[in-house]
């Protein structure tokens, strides 16, 4: 999505919020906000949307969204150059997406685990994390990640 398409996207979303539906809540919304601007790496974003996404998916026990919102605070702290944090953030996403048992969320956030390791200049972890990523995404067929993971595995090379 190029940038000005995430500003549409976002305004739109923003409008959403001011508008009452009984078949989202804001938790979706924040959802979409905050994984949006994790895809972007818009760290400005990301910390504006990850605490009220975190937030609510803890009040309403949404297991999803709150592995969701450590992924999106895990990109978040690797554009902040906080590793540690990071790495922390992305292993709780990891184990609650491996406890729900969803290989595309999985996938994204080996592909996000992988991007820090290459901020780190840690090529060994980013091909293991970039080959976890490939491969269930493979199994799903999600064309536009695998292809986005064999870009960035062929980086690498």
Do not use: N
Not at 45 to 74: D, K, S, V
């Amino acid at each position: 999505m190029a940038e000005g398409e995430f500003a549409l996207a976002t305004q739109a979303l923003e409008l959403a919020l001011t508008s009452h539906t009984e078949w989202v809540g804001d938790h979706d919304l924040y959802a979409m906000l905050a994984d949006a601007a994790a895809q972007q790496c818009d760290e400005i974003a990301l910390r504006r949307y990850a605490p009220l996404l975190e937030e609510l998916a803890l009040r309403y026990g949404h297991l999803l969204y709150q592995a969701i919102a450590h992924r999106a605070w895990g990109v978040a702290h690797r554009l902040a150059g906080e590793t540690a944090a990071s790495e922390g953030r992305l292993q709780q996403a990891l184990d609650i997406f491996g406890s729900l048992g969803t290989r595309w969320q999985l996938g994204r956030t080996h592909f996000a685990w992988g991007e820090l390791a290459v901020a780190q200049g840690d090529v060994g972890a980013a091909r293991h994390h970039f080959t976890q990523a490939q491969h269930l995404f493979a199994a799903m067929q999600a064309a536009p990640d695998l292809a986005r993971t064999h870009k960035a595995l062929a980086l690498l090379a």
